[in-house]
């Protein structure tokens, strides 16, 4: 097997669903997997296939020592339940894995405050945020913001537009950004515009690709729209990176765009891949507790890439 592989620490070792899809990387030869939890199950599933290692799971043994830690340290011990997610995360942090999967069986917010506690934020970093990869037949698209943060500050707003064209650049997109408002254009009087224009300036700062807002959605999308709302712009026909200004409305844009298709045409529309978690010392994604086979694959697939 190839030497130059990535591994993948895996917390979901009861999901049938997770098992499918490492098979199918493994048979592809795409990655190894370090995977936490039952090996009978697991054994039972992959076979001998080889790539991966089961490891056992420590009976809570790796919570407990966190809880504890963190009451020597004077702090109050976390919300959490699975040591297995612990465990696996702890494969990430110590480097005998390269990233990590999983959460179909615990819920988002687990995931997120185990893998800020154990993995750690990014120098400057304030949270973790994340971006959803909306994947159509003419083009893939990054939708920031679509499911953790509520009403962000301009500065955190800005960190979600880096990270997310950095996203954009490691999947192999060349990222163009746009930050998303119900009005266009930075003279826009009300301050939810203004706060999306000052989050597009802090974050074009520090990016070496367009990054501008605020936008309508419809002038980020249609270039002739675009050009009779903002001259000399490089967005309208171009963005493949939509920021949104939190959860409110990153949620709802990207499941309409997800069902906007089969709903008004009957035809099947792009796929969403997510939510991807962005701001973290190293790759980690969470499964949405719904996730089938195919959705998993394409996770771990996105998370590969961003391991490279």
């Known amino acids: ?19 499918e899809a490492l098979k199918r990387h493994l048979e592809e030869g795409n990655c190894r997997f370090l995977v936490v939890g039952n090996e009978d199950f697991v054994k039972s599933n ?11 799971t420590d009976e809570g043994a790796a919570l407990e020592a966190l809880q504890i830690k963190r009451v020597e340290a004077g ?3 976390l919300n959490l339940t699975n040591s297995d997610l612990i465990q696996a995360l702890e494969l990430v942090q110590t480097g005998e894995a390269d990233g990590f999967v999983g959460g179909k069986e615990v819920v988002t917010a687990e995931v997120l405050v185990a893998a800020s506690k154990v993995i750690g934020l990014q120098a400057g970093v304030e949270c973790v945020s994340d971006a959803t990869l909306i994947v159509g037949s003419e083009r893939d698209a990054l939708f ?3 499911a953790l943060l509520e009403e962000p500050t301009a500065e955190i707003l800005a960190d979600n537009a880096v990270m997310c064209g950095e996203l954009a650049k490691s999947l192999g997109m060349d990222p163009v950004v746009a930050l998303i408002s119900y009005q266009t254009g930075e003279k826009a009087p009300r301050s939810q515009p203004q706060k999306v224009a000052e989050a597009a300036r802090l974050a074009q700062a520090r990016s070496e690709w367009p990054v501008e807002g605020p936008f309508q959605p419809d002038a980020v999308m249609d270039e002739g729209i675009g050009a009779t709302k903002v001259s000399g712009s490089q967005i309208p026909g171009k963005a493949n990176v939509l920021v949104f200004d939190g959860v409110e409305v990153g949620n709802p844009a990207y499941k309409i765009a997800v069902q906007a298709s089969q709903f008004f045409m009957g035809t099947a529309g792009p796929k969403a891949i997510g939510p991807l978690l962005l701001g973290l010392n190293k790759p980690a994604n969470d499964l949405s507790r ?5 959705e998993i694959y394409e996770t771990i697939k996105v998370t590969i890439q961003q391991c490279v």
């Open 75 to 77: 702090k109050k011990p």
């Open 46 to 56: 992959l076979g001998d296939i080889g790539g991966y290692e089961c490891v056992s």
């Open 290 to 294: 719904g996730s089938t086979a195919d």
């Open 1 to 19: 097997m190839d030497q130059n592989l990535k591994t993948i620490a895996i917390s979901d070792s009861f999901s049938s669903e997770m098992m």
């Open 144 to 146: 920031g913001n679509s």
